[in-house]
């Protein structure tokens, strides 16, 4: 299974990936976590990144596309992977149609996070996450164990520096504008399923499976 994630920031696309990834053995590229990575590493290629993540605009094309060209070289990605971040716009979706092309592959389904805007800040600036693994929480729906701790580690648990009101308005700007065209692009191959992001995550969870069936 070759699969896309997409839709607007806190549609609970990072909370979906792990279980299909774990159930289907699928490598999970995600660009937001790779680039976050970066970041924190301080790399070339975070501090390119960095200035554009934090005032929610996307980073270039180029980036991203060479990230994604490079992981998907990788030997757990041949058998499947879900994409989650990535194409955001109509050219990372061209470049990634010809990368494939080039491996003899394509994608075989778009689940569309299809949720209202209004919905978003609450789930945006409540979320927490476990920067090494990815894991997220949220205070409110989905709270860890201990407050502030990761379940799993012990570790603690951080807010995303672009997790606020303010920045979330110039990621949704930038999704409208940028990202909708690419559900477009892949509704006209007729690939694309529509998912009730709105619903708790595991009537979300059950959507997916119906889908990639
Ligand atoms: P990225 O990391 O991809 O962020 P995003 O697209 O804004 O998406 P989020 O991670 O915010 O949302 P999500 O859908 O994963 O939500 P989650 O499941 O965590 O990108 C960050 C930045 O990197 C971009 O702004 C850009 O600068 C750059 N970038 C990345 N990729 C790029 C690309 N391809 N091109 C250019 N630039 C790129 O859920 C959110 C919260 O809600 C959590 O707390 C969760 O617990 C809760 N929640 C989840 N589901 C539910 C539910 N069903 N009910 C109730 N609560 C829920
Ligand atoms: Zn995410």
């Known amino acids: 299974?070759?699969?896309?994630?997409?839709?607007?920031?806190?549609?609970?696309?990072?909370?979906?990936?792990?279980?299909?990834?774990?159930?289907?053995?699928?490598?999970?590229?995600?660009?937001?976590?790779?680039?976050?990575?970066?970041?924190?590493?301080?790399?070339?290629?975070?501090?390119?990144?960095?200035?554009?993540?934090?005032?929610?605009?996307?980073?270039?094309?180029?980036?991203?596309?060479?990230?994604?060209?490079?992981a998907m070289k990788r030997p757990?990605?041949?058998?499947?992977?879900?994409?989650?971040?990535?194409?955001?716009?109509?050219?990372?979706?061209?470049?990634?149609?010809?990368?494939?092309?080039?491996?003899?592959?394509?994608?075989?389904?778009?689940?569309?996070?299809?949720?209202?805007?209004?919905?978003?800040?609450?789930?945006?600036?409540?979320?927490?996450?476990h920067p090494s693994s990815g894991r997220t929480y949220h205070s409110k729906f989905a709270p860890p164990k201990v407050p502030g701790i990761d379940d799993v580690t012990g570790e603690p648990l951080i807010q995303r520096k672009d997790d606020t009101a303010a920045v979330l308005k110039s990621r949704l700007e930038a999704f409208h504008k940028q990202t909708e065209p690419v559900i477009d692009y892949y509704s006209k191959k007729g690939i694309v399923t529509n998912l009730h992001a709105e619903k708790p995550p595991k009537e979300v969870r059950e959507e997916i499976e119906k889908a990639i069936k």
Not at 4 to 29: A, R, V, W
Not at 57 to 67: F, M, T, Y
Not at 79 to 98: H, N, S, Y
């Open 1 to 70: 299974r070759r699969l896309i994630f997409i839709g607007p920031p806190g549609s609970g696309k990072g909370t979906q990936s792990p279980f299909l990834k774990d159930e289907y053995c699928l490598c999970n590229l995600a660009t937001g976590d790779m680039l976050r990575a970066a970041v924190a590493a301080k790399t070339p290629l975070g501090l390119k990144a960095k200035e554009a993540m934090d005032k929610g605009k996307l980073v270039s094309d180029e980036l991203v596309i060479g990230i994604i060209d490079e």
């Open 76 to 129: 757990s990605c041949q058998k499947g992977f879900i994409l989650d971040g990535f194409p955001r716009t109509v050219t990372q979706a061209e470049k990634l149609d010809q990368m494939l092309e080039k491996r003899g592959t394509k994608i075989d389904k778009v689940l569309n996070f299809a949720i209202d805007d209004a919905l978003l800040e609450e789930r945006i600036t409540g979320r927490l996450i």
